[in-house]
């Protein structure tokens, strides 16, 4: 549990976030880029965060992004 608040108080502090995404996820082309976060739900195990992707508002939680 530490280590998942650290990793969300690491994404709010920087505001940036990096895909680590699956091989079978839709996205996965975009696997390993930093992406600025727009919005961030409350702390919790499946925390979910929202990026911009090509100008579209996208979520994910928080085990797909270190």
Do not use: Q
Not at 16 to 41: I, Q
Not at 42 to 60: A, L, N, Q, W, Y
């Amino acid at each position: 549990m530490r280590k998942l608040f650290a990793k969300i108080d690491h994404i709010r502090a920087t505001g940036w976030v990096t895909l680590d995404l699956k091989r079978d996820h839709p996205l996965y082309e975009l696997n390993g880029k930093h992406f600025h976060v727009e919005s961030m739900a409350t702390p919790d195990v499946k925390c979910r965060i929202s990026i911009m992707i090509e100008g579209e508002k996208v979520d994910f939680s928080i085990d797909e992004l270190y």
